[in-house]
């Protein structure tokens, strides 16, 4: 896991958000500069396909 994803996690995956079916969370990634977006996006890809 990445610097960027687990920063993202920390702060935005709370337990009273992760379970928010709204949607809300991707303007809220998207506000972030492409760079960080990026490494979010390829962080979660890594978690998914490693499995950790």
Do not use: C, Q, W
């Amino acid at each position: 896991m990445n610097d960027e994803l687990e920063t993202f996690i920390r702060i935005y995956l709370h337990a009273e958000i992760a379970y928010d079916t709204s949607d809300f969370l991707r303007p809220t990634l998207l506000a972030f500069n492409e760079s960080f977006v990026r490494h979010v996006k390829e962080g979660f890809e890594n978690v998914l396909r490693e499995g950790i």
